[in-house]
């Protein structure tokens, strides 16, 4: 299976994984029926979850929600240290990950709002170096592992800050690559997918983020906490849900 789910993620454009792959998912998943592990996201239960990555990860992918490590870990942060499920709120979800849309609509209704350049999961065509939305329109926005695409996250981190209100947050994550850099390495200008991938550890980035991540966040407006919340959980509750033990969440702020 790891292997299959290996090569479909090389081969098969992004955007027919993401409309077909969750209802492929679903007839897999029957062979996977058990109670070791446990997605908080959709509550269904398994022996293991399935592999996944084009660099294969065992027990990573949810075959009911298609929520991975990082997608359990942000739900469990979102429910027990924020406002999330308890506030009404405006919600911007750039690049919207499967898992949490249903949820989330349910939750916020017209209020949750999904964008992206190309994704057919998303309700606005839009390019994030320019959100179209007024200052202030926000209470909250998530942008997970789009940084690493666009030609400026410098621009996109401020239009995101841009459109929150004040005393808004975002959560914006980037795939990290260890041993980390000290400073971020990005050259926009390298489009060979080999040397994209020697360089920025993916045939589709633009740069490869270091140590300085979270001043990057700082230098477009946002007061960030790298909050190490996987760290304060129980080892049976990472073990239960199959979190990542390695995920920092950046959790942003505007004041």
């Known amino acids: 299976m790891k292997h299959i789910i290996s090569f479909l993620l090389r081969t098969v454009p992004r955007k027919y994984l993401q409309l077909f792959s969750h ?12 109670n070791k592990v446990e997605c908080p996201v959709c ?29 359990r870990l942000m739900y469990l942060f979102l429910k027990n240290k924020t406002n999330f499920f308890t506030d009404k709120l405006k919600v911007l979800h750039v690049a919207p990950e499967i898992c949490f849309i249903e949820a989330f609509e ?59 209100k004040p005393g808004g947050w975002a ?50 407006g946002f007061t960030v906490d790298a909050n190490d919340y996987v760290k304060e959980l129980p080892g049976d509750v990472v073990t239960r849900y199959a979190l990542p033990k390695d995920e920092t969440i950046f959790f942003c702020k505007k004041a």
């Open 43 to 71: 509550n269904a239960h398994f022996r293991k979850f399935l592999p996944y990555g084009r660099q294969s990860r065992e027990n990573a992918l949810c075959p009911n929600c298609l929520a991975l490590e990082r997608h």
């Open 106 to 164: 349910k939750l916020h209704k017209d209020d949750y709002i999904t964008a992206d350049i190309e994704s057919p999961l998303a309700k606005v065509k839009m390019d994030i170096h320019q959100v179209p939305f007024d200052d202030n329109t926000f209470d909250v926005a998530f942008c997970n592992h789009v940084m690493e695409h666009v030609d400026s996250d410098l621009k996109a981190m401020s239009e995101l800050h841009r459109v929150l």
């Open 171 to 220: 959560i914006i994550q980037v795939p990290f690559f260890y041993p980390l850099e000290e400073k971020t390495v990005e050259d926009i200008t390298i489009t060979d997918p080999k040397e994209r991938y020697r360089r920025f550890g993916q045939d589709d980035h633009v740069r490869k983020y270091g140590k300085d991540y979270a001043e990057r966040l700082a230098s477009a």
């Open 23 to 34: 209802w492929v998912l679903k007839v897999v998943s029957i062979f996977y029926i058990g």
